[in-house]
């Protein structure tokens, strides 16, 4: 951000202010009711250069704002800076081709662990790279702080409102939900580096997706809808049935495997102790 033309001491636009505002600067530039046309911005700021920049240059301008991170720019001009910020979890508009079987659930993430699934993060900001592949299940990393909630909030609602923006962030929202039921869930996607939890504990963080999504409703994407049958094709398998099964069984409870490993080892003890009376008979004989 350029600071020249404010005063060192300006409340908002110096170094100081944007120090403690800034955030909550990006929060309201991405609330639904604040949106202003980026048409507006297009013509003040050629009128501040004398010149008109080009689309690009307009969306990536706001996107400095809201984004950390060096993202793809749109061509075309964004409709206002949530559409900005919505463009940098989806990647720009896409055909979104439905399904006729509708959404259905997976299991949550430590059911998963159980069945063998692999989880691992990836330092990518955008939904569609949910992937599922030779039992691992890829998610991009999600930061999680006070402000997250009203951000996604923000875009399901833009997302409701204007159909050529899809339902990707909508779709996401639903798959995470079902993955996560409870704090043990958000642990280990937070051991796993998927989750970075900045507030709360593991029990908030995991009411907050189960609230997001609450009001909403989820198509089938077909990305997601792949993912997710990957994912049930996975645990349907007898192997990893009875693997959950023995996980759940005996593992989850550290007495239980303590329990299970004595009766292990006195089972062991006996069979050792009956052939040396077995060998030591016959020996004799």
């Known amino acids: 951000l350029n600071f020249i033309d404010y005063a060192a001491n300006d409340p908002v636009f110096s170094k100081h202010g944007l120090h403690y505002l800034f955030g909550a600067i990006q929060v309201d530039m991405v609330v639904i009711e604040n949106q202003l046309p980026l048409l507006v911005l297009e013509r003040l700021v050629a009128v501040q250069h004398g010149i008109p920049l080009s689309p690009r240059e307009i969306n990536k301008m706001v996107q400095r704002l809201l984004v950390t991170s060096e993202l793809p720019v749109m061509h075309d001009l964004g409709l206002h800076p949530l559409d900005i910020y919505h463009n940098s979890f989806c990647g720009g508009r896409r055909q979104h081709k439905e399904s006729d079987e509708g959404d259905f659930i997976i299991p949550t993430t430590v059911e998963l662990s159980e069945a063998g699934v692999h989880l691992t993060a990836i330092n990518t900001p955008s939904v569609h790279d949910v992937n599922f592949e030779n039992g691992t299940l890829s998610i991009p990393v999600l930061f999680v702080d006070e402000i997250t909630e009203k951000k996604f909030l923000n875009l399901t609602v833009f997302e409701q409102l204007y159909s050529d923006a899809g339902r990707d962030i909508t779709n996401y929202l639903f798959f995470m939900d079902h993955i996560i039921d409870s704090e043990r869930d958000v642990a280990l996607l937070r051991s796993k580096g998927i989750i970075k939890s900045l507030c ?3 029990k908030e963080v995991a009411v907050l997706f189960n ?3 609450k009001g909403t409703t989820a ?7 792949e993912v997710k049958h990957k ?14 099964i023995f996980v759940q069984a005996y593992l989850s409870n550290p007495w239980v495997f303590i329990s299970l490993v004595a009766a292990v080892t006195l089972l062991v003890a006996t069979l050792q102790q009956t052939v040396y009376t077995v060998v030591s008979h016959y020996t004799k004989n």
């Open 219 to 225: 198509n089938a994407n077909t990305k997601l809808q």
């Open 231 to 244: 994912v049930n094709a996975h645990c349907a398998r007898r192997r990893n049935k009875w693997r959950s």
């Open 211 to 213: 609230n997001w999504i």
């Open 200 to 202: 709360g504990s593991d």
